[in-house]
């Protein structure tokens, strides 16, 4: 007898398998099945920039202390660098979150993966050109920007898009990631441009002003309306408070940081005015640290280490708080030594330990929930996240002045690009399945 089925398996429909059904009979990798969700697609592209990018730079710093590698470079290695690791997967993993997240945040209609394939290809193809592009000719280099900036500003666009078609009334955090988009096309164009006219000083201010005035402000908006919201669902006890003088202070020093990599363009500043902006910076730093790191207890730190997955997310963003204050005590000792120190250690805490932690816990958390599975931290995922928070103290530590600092950055590249490849490749394996239950994301 012909049995009939439902898309829940009940008998009804003839010769139709239920979705549970067909995700069991289909366990195959499939590329057109990252066209199912945004994230899929935006996380999986993301993936594989940040691996090649963390591969790429262990082999550099390899061939910085041994004669086994020897690589040819047309640009500096460390803007190739720092460019890729601010542009490169980042807005890849807003993309992939964003357009999930977004339509929810301004109640309207989400956007079909396959709207965003183009400009993420073009981002994720120049950036792989970028990458390689500076040990082959600098015209691979300028042209991968190129194409990287076209798929950015396009992203820009239609996120602008959803929030333009929104009749929510708080729209605050979907408009300031809108803004903080805008301010990484015109970062970007502006590294562009610079590359071109082969001003490097500048080309990097341009790279530094997209981490703080884009990647820093996309993920303390992202932050300030997820955490207390995550926080309370997996612990009711705990109230969702999110004031919005908090997401101020966060931006506030996001523009102060931008704004400091322009007023120190040609180096720490020299002459009368040097004391008195060192103390100055120095005060708001830790000023602005100390807030953070007591909001970050406020917002249930302590309380987080029950759940590993929501800890993940309490640590990355208690790093911000870090970062802030390791950066305001670094002026306080350049004022008391009458030079910078540490400045790199301070960055590196920013970037690897609170945007490497987030990164990490929110793409896995997004990834656990949308394929199906329980919304925990396991095993691999609870190590991978302390092998970050290693190659984070590694990198600080390393930023030290001190003779053997430069033997360090080997072994920090390679911890980090191996915890990049096993997550990566990881995650990469679930965004090409149907998910196990046959529902939909």
Same mark, same amino acid.
């Given at each position: ?286 000023? @602005?640290?100390?807030? !953070? *790191?007591?909001? $970050?207890?406020? &917002?249930?730190? =302590? ?6 997955? %929501? #800890? ?92 053997? @600092?430069?033997?360090? !950055? *080997?072994?920090? $590249?390679?911890? &980090?690009?191996? =915890? ?6 990881? %995650? #990469? ?13």
């Amino acid at each position: 007898m012909l049995k009939t089925f439902n898309l829940r398996g009940n008998p009804l429909t003839p010769g139709r398998p239920s979705a549970e059904v067909l995700a069991a009979l289909d366990r195959h990798w499939r590329p057109r099945y990252l066209l199912i969700a945004p994230h899929r697609l935006g996380f999986f592209l993301a993936m594989v920039v940040l691996m090649v990018s963390s591969v790429w730079w262990a082999l550099v710093q390899l061939d910085r202390v041994s004669v086994a590698v020897v690589l040819p470079y047309t640009a500096s290695p460390t803007l190739v660098h720092a460019a890729v690791m601010t542009f490169g997967f980042m807005p890849l993993f807003f993309t992939g979150f964003l357009f999930t997240a977004a339509p929810k945040w301004l109640r309207v209609e989400p956007l079909e993966a396959r709207a965003l394939l183009v400009p993420l290809l073009l981002q994720a193809g120049g950036w792989l050109l970028w990458v390689s592009g500076i040990h082959i000719h600098m015209f691979m280099v300028l042209a991968g920007l190129t194409l990287a900036l076209s798929g950015l500003a396009r992203i820009t666009w239609l996120f602008w898009r959803l929030v333009w078609r929104s009749a929510e009334s708080d729209r605050l955090h979907a408009r300031t990631v809108g803004v903080a988009c805008l301010v990484g096309c015109i970062s970007l164009g502006g590294l562009l441009a610079n590359l071109v006219l082969g001003a490097t000083t500048v080309a990097m201010a341009c790279v530094l002003t997209g981490l703080w005035g884009f990647v820093v402000v996309v993920f303390v908006t992202v932050a300030h309306r997820m955490i207390p919201f995550f926080t309370s669902n997996a612990m009711p006890f705990i109230t969702a408070w999110r004031p919005f003088w908090a997401l101020g202070v966060m931006l506030a020093a996001a523009v102060f940081e931008a704004v400091t990599v322009w007023v120190e363009l040609d180096g720490p500043l020299r002459g009368p005015m040097a004391h008195f902006w060192m103390l100055a910076r120095g005060g708001f730093e830790l000023v @602005a640290g100390g807030v !953070l *790191l007591w909001l $970050a207890q406020v &917002w249930g730190l =302590t309380q987080s280490l029950k759940n590993r997955l %929501l #800890a993940m997310l309490h640590f990355g963003f208690l790093w911000l708080g870090l970062a802030l204050a390791l950066g305001g005590a670094a002026q306080i000792l350049g004022l008391l030594q009458d030079a910078p120190v540490l400045s790199l250690g301070s960055l590196h805490a920013l970037t690897m330990g609170c945007l490497g932690s987030l990164m990490l816990a929110m793409v896995t958390r997004v990834s656990c929930g949308h394929s199906g599975r329980a919304q925990v931290a396991d095993r691999i995922a609870w190590t991978l996240f302390w092998l970050v928070q290693l190659a984070t103290l590694l990198r600080i530590t390393a930023a030290a002045q001190s003779t053997w @600092a430069s033997w360090l !950055l *080997l072994p920090t $590249a390679m911890i &980090w690009a191996g =915890t990049m490849a096993v997550w990566g490749t990881r %995650l #990469a394996n679930w965004y090409g399945r149907l998910r196990p239950d046959g529902r939909p994301g």
